[in-house]
């Protein structure tokens, strides 16, 4: 049998904040490894110029991002195992970096300017 697509059942909103968290944990820029072995501590969040804001090397849209800086959102993640926020830094689980939210292509786009 196949895995089945998002089984812990996130919207959409949170599956597309999953997808900049897991962006934002490959990036130094961004993170740094946590003390348990696998999770990624967030450092920082980025900020959105106009209506975009760059992670790295990929432009995202400020639309897709509005679940950054809602606390629901959080909360629902962390609920699932995704992440354990403690402000004003977050660590994505094992289970959070390995979930595929199916949006990295959808919301990630190349940069064409810096």
Do not use: C
């Not at 895995?3 to 812990?8: F, G, M, S, T, Y």
């Not at 599956?15 to 968290?21: A, D, E, G, R, V």
């Not at 900020?47 to 959102?73: M, Y």
């Amino acid at each position: 049998m196949a895995p089945r697509h998002n089984p812990l059942g996130l919207n959409a909103l949170q599956l597309k904040t999953l997808t900049l968290l897991q962006q934002l944990a490959r990036l130094p820029d961004f993170s740094s490894p946590g003390e348990e072995i696998g999770t990624v501590v967030l450092t920082r969040l980025p900020h959105p110029h106009g209506d975009h804001f760059h992670i790295g090397e990929v432009v995202v849209a400020s639309r897709d991002a509005t679940g950054l800086r809602n606390p629901s959102v959080w909360a629902a993640l962390e609920r699932k195992g995704l992440v354990r926020s403690t402000p004003p830094t977050a660590v994505v689980t094992v289970l959070g970096l390995d979930y595929d939210t199916g949006f990295r292509e959808t919301i990630l786009h190349s940069a064409d300017h810096r």
